[in-house]
């Protein structure tokens, strides 16, 4: 027997299971929990805001504390002593007149107090001066004579970027004369790991056996891994010593900028030459094959072609081991001298911003006295120096960049 069915209820059913396995599919394209991917996501997001929050924090603290050195006033020695005791009460002070004068509305110390110079009684021998008592949260106290009498003076931004000499306790604050050594180790530095970086580069990625390869490339990053501290001692200890016998020894001393920069070189070689290493590397093989099949030597496919198409990582390697060289405390501070010195000689002693902050932060500083707000301010220096770094190193990785399909 045979039993016939409408073709219409036929393709009813047919069309209602394509509907049925459509829903199917959409209910399991839909999104289910992933509680572990969730985790792993915020926990992503809370290292980037870390990381974010720390690098705003450190420019908030750089730039209230070198605020507060900008509006703050340095003292130096007037050489003139107070001939008569001063009461607490009294405003009137006399001096012998023999150093430099005040003028009227500047700040003057005495002992630990600051007053300021309302006029001008006599301007001879002796110097009589009416002052206010007791300015800038200080308190007026009695004074012997013979007390010495200092000039203070607010710290000017000019002062500071174009001054040569730094003697934060003599109110000087040029801070040219440590830019300039950070510059002149720096230099020394870039110039000795940039063709040796560069040199190590190109040997480990185009010239050594894979075998050779996996022998020098860890050899070389175990450069990386040594302390600063010993770099510096090796600079003082062999490079000096050196220097001292290729050059009149009178002309190098125990301390120059010249022993501090060649440690500093040996010590930026590993990055130098991993970062570029690393972007010749990134360059496709299709580049060397057609470069060998048109009858290009390996030197000149080296020079020709492959260091133009990773120029971009070699010139962010550059900038980043200038970065490194500028940021560097230990070497400079032990090899290169302790003591600010406008000095364009890399044979002379001279100290660098990190040195000096190294150098003074261990001392006995006064919270917020002028030398312990000298240090944020030479920091912010330091910081846009970096910053202003690292912005030309995206520019030049964008400018160069090549894109390969």
Known sequence: MTIEVPTGTIAFRTAADRLSSITDVSASLNKRPRPFEDFIRLTLFLCGLVSVLTTVGLVVVLSTEAINFFTRYGFRSSEQLLVAPVDAESTIIQLDGTGTQPRVGQVIRVNEEHMRVVRIISAGRPTVLEVERGVLNTRPEPHGANATMFLGEQVSV???????RWV?????FGVLALVMATLITSTVAMLVAGPIGLGAAIFISEYASARLRAILK????ILAAIPTVVYGYFALTLIT??????????????????????AMGIMIIPTIASVSEDALSAVPRSLREGSYGLGATR??????????AALSGILAAFILGISRAV???????????????????PLEAAE???GHIARISTGDLSFNSVDYNSLFAIGLTLFIITLVLNLISNLIRRRFREVYQ
Not at 168 to 172: R, S
Not at 330 to 343: C, D, K, L, R, T
């Open 327 to 345: 940021g560097e405390t230990m070497i400079v501070a032990i090899a290169s001298g302790a003591g600010p010195n406008f000095a364009l000689n």
């Open 299 to 308: 030197r000149e496919t080296v020079f020709r072609v492959l260091i133009p």
């Open 158 to 164: 000019i002062e500071f970027l174009t001054g040569t």
């Open 218 to 221: 860890p050899i070389l990053e």
């Open 168 to 172: 934060p306790q003599g109110a000087d």
């Open 352 to 354: 660098t911003m990190t």
């Open 241 to 262: 010593p050196a220097l001292r016998n290729i050059f009149w020894q009178s002309e190098v001393g125990a301390y120059n900028q010249l022993s501090a920069g060649l």
